[in-house]
Each structure stands twice: as C-alpha cells, then as structure tokens.
C-alpha cells in the first residue's frame, strides 16, 4: 500500500476572515493526494465562514508552553547568523518569542513523520518556520503576496532558509532581489495564489443592467485607506450626474473589526450624500461573497496594488466583468479590453467612463466576464498553484488533472480604455 504523503501548513491566526484562499489551496492538495497538517498560534474566533469551525478543529494550535521550555530553546539559536536581520528590540523580541513556537513545531513535525512545511506567508509564522530550519533541519517554502515592507524583522533569517519560494508579482520579486542579496532562495517563481474556479462560477448567465435600473457595482477589500475608495466614491457621484442610477456595495472589514477606517468611510458616504446608494455591509462568508459577485455588473477595484489582489481573480472566476486601476500586477492577469477594463491611477472620469461603457453595453460586459472566467481558469486556478507545490516539494504528484495550466503572462495589451 503507497504511503500518503504529508504536508505542513503554517498560518497565523487561522482560521481568519481573510484565510479563504488558504482553505481552498489546502482542500485542493488533500483532493490531489496529500495529507495536510495544518498548523497555526491561535484562531480568530470572529471569522463568519462556514467552513471556519472545522477547519479550527482539525488545526494543531503552537503554544509557548512553559518557562523552562522557552529557556531551553535559546541556546541552540544560530545567533551568529540572527545578527545578518540587523534589527533592534522589535528583531530579537521576535526571536525569542519565535524560539520555543519553533521548537514545539519541530516536535510535532517528528511525531507526525512531517519533513516539509509550506508557509504562505513572511510574518511572525516564517520565523518560526525558519528557527525551527536552523534548529532541527525542517524544510520550508514560502509564498509573499505582499510588498517585504510590510513582511516584518528578520527577513534574511526568514528567507535564507527556504528551499524555495512563490511571489505574487515582478515588483516583489525585483525587490526581494535588492533587500536580500545572497539570501535569497536559489528557486524563487512568480504567480498569484490561485482561486477555486470549480467553487466560483455562477449557475446561471450574466444578467446585465435593465435599463432605469441600478447599475449593481461590487467592490471587496479589507477597508482601509490606501485601498482607493475615495476614487470610487467620486466614481459613482459622477454616475448620478450623468442620471445612472447606482447600487454600490463595498465588501469587507477594517483591521479592527468595524472600529477603525470603517467609521471614517461611513462619514465619507454621509457627508458625499450617498446614503441609499452605497452600502457597507461588512465582512461575509463565502458563499455570500460568490452569490454578491454573480448578482453584480462589475466589480471594481479601484486602487493600484503591487500584487495580484485575490479579489479580483475571485470576481473574474465568476464571470464578473472587471474594472481596474491599472498596475504592474493587475496586468499580469487582465488584457485591457479582452478580460477586463483598465484605467489610469486616481482618475476617476476614466474609472466613471468605464462602468458607464459597460453598463449600456451588456453584450461587451457579458464577453469581458466570460474571458476573465477563461483566463483565470488557464492561469490562476488553485488547481495548478496546488500541483506546483506538490512538484516542488518532490512529492508524487497522481495524474494532472486535464486542463491545470501553468502561469503565464498576458498577451500583448490592447489599447487602454
């Protein structure tokens, strides 16, 4: 009888609102054949997915156990090589509040016969992957989908020990290049972590807007400043001017549940006279989030970002024709005019003109939508980012199944909107 292979899997904080794409990569390998241990510090009892609960149960939570256990972590760390982070307080806090998380990893690492860890991530969690490398000879991946800014200390131990490593786009890499020098991972490839397109598809055609009806446009993102809601706002009100009516619906949360920017976009609403036309519904589970995404005309994302934001191949999965401010990693996934529709940064009569074009064209909107669909499914499905993993690691891999793609760039652009 073949031996099922084992995988790790390190997350913070899961199951989390924001794990959703974690969850269906990790459902994704079991289905290939895998065995995946999930491992994590600690849940987020405030996540509404209905998967959430029984993905708390079946994770093995890390604990900082006793005093005497943490001391005995420390020294066996590899200070010599911690020194290359040249962090202050914040690095050798994290260290040694990493050490003994690492060594009880380590442990269930042994007991479980568990000789690769995936970390999609390069927080709190990566160090302690990377401890427990330096320590007990681990092996460990790791996959950034955000600028390494805004990764945390230590970044030189993280990496330096990966055996290889995913980014999200060619920014990040370029930076990586630059901020680590010699300890970047030898094998290091750029793709976005895929979505379920078996899990996100509409059961039914595109429904386009009916004319005197509200144009129903749909926006998700965590909610915070630098996520150009501002824009969008503008957006809607040069709508009304032009006597289309709006239905818009930004999905999502604040970093504090409700407490921070989300009372500031309010105020921006109220204060713009959009009461009755935009609306903040919070967070919402999955299920909720495809149904939204297959009533809506368009989405739209209306800031740059230096990844591909799982948002949008969630909405093109769905068929959902895209609106986009333009940028180096949107263009890795849309052809301006083909999948999606492009505009410029902060330019809101493009970003206005664009959801009018869609909203009294429903064939165009209809084929854009069903070309996001196409061009996810080749390049970004969770299928193929699943498969990839299992094939770097070295585990046996059964049959591919038909139609898994791997990432590839665009054709050439079209002409911008």
């Known amino acids: 009888m073949t031996e099922i292979p084992k995988l790790g899997y390190l997350l913070p904080g899961f199951p989390a609102q924001s794990h959703s794409r974690y969850w269906r990569e990790i459902l994704k390998l079991e289905s290939l054949g895998v065995e995946v241990v999930v491992f994590s510090d600690h849940p987020d009892e405030t996540v509404v997915h209905s998967w959430a609960k029984g993905a708390e149960q079946r994770t093995q939570y ?15 760390l590899p200070w010599r090589h911690l020194r290359q982070g040249r962090g202050g307080v914040d690095h050798w806090r994290a260290v040694t509040q990493a050490a003994p998380l690492a060594r009880h990893l380590a442990h269930m690492c042994a007991d479980q016969d568990i000789y690769h860890v995936h970390v999609p991530g390069c927080g709190d969690m990566a160090l302690v992957m990377a401890l427990a490398q330096r320590l007990y000879g681990i092996d460990y991946s790791l996959h950034l989908d955000r600028p390494l800014a805004e990764a945390g200390v230590a970044q030189h131990v993280k990496w330096g020990g990966a055996r290889f490593a995913s980014v999200g786009s060619q920014t990040i890499l370029d930076d990586l290049t630059v901020r680590l020098g010699a300890d970047m991972p030898s094998d290091v490839t750029v ?5 379920d397109t078996a899990y996100l598809r ?20 965590d909610l915070a400043a630098d996520k150009g809601h501002d824009a969008l706002l503008q957006a809607v009100l040069h709508l009304q001017s032009r006597d289309i009516e709006v239905h818009l619906e930004i999905l999502g949360e604040d970093a504090d549940g409700g407490a921070g920017f989300r009372a500031e976009l309010e105020h921006q609403v109220a204060e713009l006279g959009l009461i009755g036309t935009v609306f903040i519904p919070g967070a919402m589970s999955d299920d909720t989030l495809r149904d939204r995404l297959c009533a809506a005309h368009v989405y739209v994302m209306s800031s740059p970002a230096e990844i591909t934001e799982t948002a949008v191949l969630e909405a093109m999965s769905c068929e959902c024709p895209v609106v986009a401010v333009e940028c180096e990693s949107v263009n890795q996934m849309i052809t301006n005019g083909l ?79």
């Open 202 to 221: 509409r059961d039914r055609p595109y429904r386009a807007r009916e004319v005197g009806k509200p144009l129903r446009l749909i926006a998700s993102a």
């Open 62 to 76: 890390l604990t900082q156990t006793t005093l005497s256990a943490r001391l005995a972590a420390l020294p066996r």
């Open 339 to 417: 999948n999606g529709i492009l505009v410029g940064p902060a330019d809101t009569i493009a970003l206005a003109s664009a959801l009018e074009y869609l909203a009294f064209d429903p064939a165009r909107a209809a084929q854009v939508g069903q070309a996001g669909r196409k061009r996810v499914m080749e390049a970004a499905d969770v299928a193929a980012s699943a498969s990839r993993l299992i094939t770097q690691i070295g585990l046996e891999l059964p049959e591919a199944e038909e139609g898994v793609q791997g990432w590839s760039m665009p054709e050439k652009q079209l002409a911008k909107f």
């Open 191 to 195: 793709h976005p972590l895929g979505v």
